[in-house]
C-alpha cells in the first residue's frame, strides 16, 4: 500500500510537487522556521541538489551547446555526426587516462560483510 501523499503547489512559479504527508509537513515547517515561502526552499534544495550533480553532467570545460546548436547537430548526416562523436571520444579518452583521481577512488579498501 502506498503511503499518503500530499501536493505542494506554488502558484508563483508554476511548480508542482508531490510529497509524502510527512515530508511535506516537515518541508512546511523548514519553510516557516527560516521564515521563507515553500517556494523558495525548494527552489534552493534543488539548486543545491542541481550543483552536486552538475560534475556528473557536464565537464568543466565542456561548452554548453544551445538548443539550437544541438538541432543543427541532429539535422547533420548520421556519418558527419559519427565523425564528430569519434573525436569528442578521443578528447575524453585522453582527458580520461590523464586523470589519476579515478584510480585513486578504485584502490580504496574492500570490506566484506
Not at 527560516?34 to 565537464?59: G, T, V, W, Y
Given at each position: ?47 543545491e541538489?542541481?550543483?552536486?550533480m ?6 568543466e ?43 585513486e ?5 574492500i570490506?566484506?560483510?
Amino acid at each position: 500500500m502506498k503511503p499518503k501523499q500530499q501536493q505542494i503547489k506554488t502558484v508563483q512559479d508554476r511548480f508542482c510537487i508531490t510529497l509524502p504527508v510527512a515530508l511535506a509537513n516537515q518541508v512546511r515547517k523548514i519553510a516557516k522556521r527560516e521564515n521563507i515561502s515553500i517556494s523558495f526552499f525548494a527552489r534552493q534544495a534543488i539548486e543545491e541538489k542541481l550543483k552536486q550533480m552538475e560534475p556528473f553532467f557536464f565537464h568543466e570545460n565542456e561548452k554548453k551547446l544551445s538548443l539550437r546548436e544541438r538541432r543543427a547537430f541532429m539535422d547533420l548526416p548520421i556519418e558527419e555526426r559519427r565523425k564528430i562523436m569519434a573525436e569528442q571520444a578521443e578528447e575524453i579518452l585522453f582527458s580520461y587516462e590523464q586523470d589519476s583521481e579515478w584510480k585513486e577512488l578504485q584502490r580504496g579498501d574492500i570490506v566484506e560483510y
